[in-house]
C-alpha cells in the first residue's frame, strides 16, 4: 500500500546469566518487524567475544534455528529490523554495525534520522574516517569512537557525541561489558526498557518487544537520556534532558507503533479508537457497515463504529502472507501487491453503503486501487475515512514522508483527491481533534510537521548539503594532489 514508513526498530538485553540471548532477541525483532522488513541482524556479546549475523529479508526467514544456534550463548546481545527507501536497501546498511576500535569492540542499533549526517560525514571523510555504507549508524559509530579516546566509559562517549547529533534518534550501544541506549531530546522516536522475573533487562523501540521475551515495562527512555545497563542494574545520565522541547512523532500512534505497544505512556490502540470516535462525530454519514483497510485502519474503524452505531465487519481478508507492502521502495511494486495482499469479502459490501476506514492518504494511487476492489465487490457507495489529517510537508525525522511533490494533498484539493479515488466522500481528521486525542495520553509535546509545517528543529538544506559536499570533494583533491 502507498503507505509512509518507519526506518527501523531496535533491541538490547542484559542477561541475569548467560544463556540464549540469540533466541531472546529474535522473538523480540520478530515483535518489531512492522518497523522494518528489508533486513534484519543480531550481535551476541559472550564474554566480550561477538558473534553477528544479519541479511536481506525477514526475521523468519534470516534466522533460522541453525543460524541460531551459530551465535553462541551470551548475557548481551543487540538487534535489528531495517526498512530502507529505494536504493538504500544492501547489506552495508543492515544492522546492528560492529565495529572494532583502540578501546574495544562496540554493536551500535540505530533508529531516526540525522539531519546533519551529510555535514558529520563530510566532515569525518576529511579527518580520515572510510564508510562502508550510506546510513547514519556508521556516522554515529565515528563519532562515539572519538569521543572515547578522550572519555572514561562507553556512556560518556555517547553522551558526549551526542553535542554533534542533530535531528532524530534512538541508539542502542553494547560494549564488552554494558548496554547503553539513547533518545534524543526532543523524543522523536520511541524507546522503552523493561524488566524480566529472572531479573533481565531489556531496551526497545516498543513495549510490544518486551511483552514477546516476558519483560514488564518499567518506563520509557526520557527525551536526551542516557540509559547504562551493566552487572550493577539501570542507572541513568540526564545531561542532554531537558535542553530541546518534547516533539514526540504523532505518526507513531496514527500508523507506525504496533496497537498492543504503550508510547510515552500512552496506549496506541487507545489513540486510534478514539481518533475513529472524533471523525464520527464530526463526519457521520448514512452507511449499511463500516469496514478497515487491515491492518492500520482496524482500531480506529472500531472507534467510528463504536460511536456512530453502524455495525462493524471484516471488509477485507488480508494474505498474511505478503508482508507490509508499503515497504516496498518501488511504487509499481507497491501497486503490484494490492490486489495479492487484499481481497474484498462481497456478503460484507455487496449492495451496502460502505464507511471504509485507513489511516492516511499518502500518494493515492493505491487508495484508488482499495477502492475500486470494494466497487468490484458490490459496494453502492464508499465514504473515506482518514484518521490523520492530510500529509503536506516531507518529515527529517525518520518517518519515510515523500517530496511534497509526491503528496496528493500538497499537490490536489480534498474534491479532487476524492473524484481521483472514486469515493462518495472524503473525511480527515482536523488537527486540531488530533491533538486533542494525543493530550488525553497525559503528555504535551508532540510533532506534526508533516501535517502543518511546523518543525521543531532546523531542517537540512540540499542545497547546502551539496555545496558542502562540492567543497570537501575540492579540499581532497588538493590533498591528494
Aim: hydrophobic share 35%.
Amino acid at each position: 500500500m502507498n503507505k509512509i514508513h518507519e526506518e527501523c526498530g531496535v533491541f538490547g538485553v542484559y542477561a541475569s546469566e548467560t544463556c540464549n540471548v540469540a533466541s531472546m532477541t529474535y522473538y523480540a525483532l520478530y515483535a518489531l518487524q512492522h518497523r522494518g522488513q528489508d533486513a534484519c541482524g543480531i550481535v551476541v556479546n559472550d564474554g566480550g567475544v561477538f558473534t553477528a549475523k544479519k541479511d536481506l529479508g525477514l526475521v523468519g526467514d534470516v534466522f533460522t534455528k541453525e543460524t541460531l544456534k551459530s551465535l553462541g550463548h551470551g548475557k548481551l546481545a543487540v538487534g535489528h529490523v531495517f526498512a530502507g527507501t529505494k536504493g538504500s536497501v544492501n547489506i552495508a546498511n543492515a544492522q546492528p554495525l560492529v565495529v572494532n576500535h583502540v578501546k574495544g569492540s562496540m554493536a551500535i542499533a540505530f533508529n531516526g534520522n540525522l539531519i546533519n549526517k551529510n555535514e558529520l560525514r563530510n566532515k569525518l571523510e576529511l579527518e580520515g574516517s572510510i564508510f562502508h555504507s550510506t546510513g547514519d549508524a556508521e556516522v554515529i559509530a565515528y563519532e562515539i569512537i572519538k569521543e572515547r579516546l578522550k572519555s572514561p566509559s562507553i556512556e560518556h562517549a555517547l553522551v558526549g557525541a551526542m553535542k554533534q547529533l542533530k535531528g532524530a534518534y534512538c541508539i542502542v550501544v553494547m560494549s564488552p561489558t554494558k548496554i547503553v541506549a539513547a533518545r534524543d531530546p526532543n523524543g522523536f522516536r520511541p524507546l522503552c526498557y523493561g524488566k524480566t522475573e529472572d531479573g533481565s533487562y531489556v531496551v526497545a523501540s516498543e513495549s510490544c518487544a518486551l511483552d514477546a521475551v516476558g519483560a514488564k515495562l518499567v518506563r520509557d527512555v526520557k527525551p536526551g537520556e542516557v540509559i547504562v545497563i551493566d552487572a550493577m542494574g539501570v542507572r541513568s545520565m540526564a545531561d542532554h534532558c531537558g535542553t530541546a522541547p518534547m516533539t514526540s512523532c504523532i505518526f507513531e500512534f496514527v500508523y507506525n507503533a504496533r496497537p498492543d505497544s504503550v508510547v510515552d505512556g500512552y496506549s496506541v490502540h487507545e489513540a486510534r479508537v478514539e481518533m475513529g470516535k472524533y471523525l464520527a462525530k464530526k463526519y457521520p454519514v448514512d452507511a449499511d457497515v463500516v469496514i478497515s483497510v487491515p491492518d492500520s485502519g482496524n482500531d480506529a474503524a472500531i472507534g467510528y463504529a463504536r460511536e456512530s452505531g453502524i455495525p462493524y465487519e471484516l471488509g477485507f481478508l488480508k494474505n498474511k502472507y505478503v508482508g507490509r507492502t508499503f515497504i516496498f521502495p518501488d511504487q509499481k511494486d507497491r501497486e503490484d501487491q494490492v490486489r495479492k495482499k487484499l481481497n474484498p469479502i462481497s456478503s460484507v459490501v455487496n449492495g451496502k453503503r460502505v464507511v471504509m476506514v485507513d489511516d492516511s492518504i499518502v500518494r493515492g494511487t493505491t487508495s484508488g486501487r482499495v477502492v475500486k476492489l470494494l466497487r468490484e465487490a458490490g459496494a453502492t457507495e464508499v465514504h473515506f475515512m482518514v484518521s490523520s489529517p492530510p500529509f503536506l510537508f516531507p518529515c527529517y525525522y525518520g518517518t519515510d514522508v515523500p517530496d511534497k511533490s509526491m503528496l496528493i494533498a500538497n499537490q490536489h484539493t480534498k474534491e479532487e483527491i476524492r473524484q481521483m479515488i472514486g469515493v462518495d466522500s472524503l473525511c480527515y481528521l482536523d488537527l486540531e481533534d488530533m491533538k486533542k486525542i494525543a493530550t488525553m495520553g497525559g503528555k504535551n509535546g508532540f510533532c506534526y510537521a508533516c501535517f502543518n509545517g511546523e518543525y521543531s528543529t532546523e531542517i537540512p538544506s540540499p542545497t547546502t548539503n551539496k555545496y558542502e559536499v562540492k567543497i570537501n570533494i575540492e579540499e581532497k583533491t588538493k590533498r591528494h594532489l
